[in-house]
T-cell receptor, first 113, second 113 residues
Framework: GEDVEQSLFLSVREGDSSVINCTYTDSSSTYLYWYKQEPGAGLQLLTYIFSNMDMKQDQRLTVLLNKKDKHLSLRIADTQTGDSAIYFCAESMGTGGSYIPTFGRGTSLIVHP | DTGVSQDPRHKITKRGQNVTFRCDPISEHNRLYWYRQTLGQGPEFLTYFQNEAQLEKSRLLSDRFSAERPKGSFSTLEIQRTEQGDSAMYLC???????????FGQGTRLTVV
């Protein structure tokens, strides 16, 4: 995950918005993803964005992409206790056509009642 | 189709023993990935298949590891002469094509004692 960086922890109050940030290094990245992982479980795909887009919204989730700064963010509106989990940012690099998803270390989101 | 399934969910083995894990991808998904995840880390890429062809292997995949996908459907990951450092969650993912969203199974948690 050395090419994808995320802050390790985020704590928010229930009902507030959460913003999880990610930076990536490969400018040829074509696809960028957000996954959610609950304890002891696999990864659940939340949303993804193509690198030719700036923003994508899906219900409570908003993804913003700043290609110039290689910065990706995930905003969760009206955060609930059930949103407590680890969130992973991933990039899928197009160089050579491999498109292998590469993950960051994850951001642990803690939602307080 | 219920998604990517992995078997077993948990495996405890003695050091030096061989273990084999199975992954059944989503039907018609051409790509199949294997990742390893340790505590506090994101998934680390091990290897992937395009149909039955194994196209790339990570440097993490030592000679003791071997993966197959004989008919382009299910895949197996074998670890020979297990070591304590092999203890991790082994995750399988599949996608319809290169760059398409990757869907993960629940993982196999390996503990080497």
């Amino acid at each position: 995950g050395e090419d994808v960086e995320q802050s390790l922890f985020l704590s928010v109050r229930e009902g507030d918005s959460s913003v999880i940030n990610c930076t990536y290094t490969d400018s040829s990245s074509t696809y960028l993803y957000w996954y959610k992982q609950e304890p002891g479980a696999g990864l659940q795909l939340l949303t993804y964005i193509f690198s030719n887009m700036d923003m994508k919204q899906d219900q409570r989730l908003t993804v913003l992409l700043n290609k110039k700064d290689k910065h990706l963010s995930l905003r969760i509106a009206d955060t609930q206790t059930g949103d407590s989990a680890i969130y992973f940012c991933a990039e899928s690099m197009g160089t050579g056509g491999s498109y292998i998803p590469t993950f960051g270390r994850g951001t642990s989101l803690i939602v307080h009642p | 189709d219920t998604g990517v399934s992995q078997d077993p969910r948990h495996k405890i083995t003695k050091r030096g023993q061989n273990v084999t894990f199975r992954c059944d991808p989503i039907s018609e998904h051409n790509r199949l990935y294997w990742y390893r995840q340790t505590l506090g880390q994101g998934p680390e890429f091990l290897t992937y298949f395009q149909n039955e062809a194994q196209l790339e292997k990570s440097r993490l995949l030592s000679d003791r590891f071997s993966a197959e996908r004989p008919k382009g459907s299910f895949s197996t990951l074998e670890i020979q002469r297990t070591e304590q450092g092999d203890s991790a969650m082994y995750l399988c993912a599949s996608s319809l094509a290169a760059g398409a969203e990757a869907f993960f199974g629940q993982g196999t948690r390996l503990t080497v004692v």
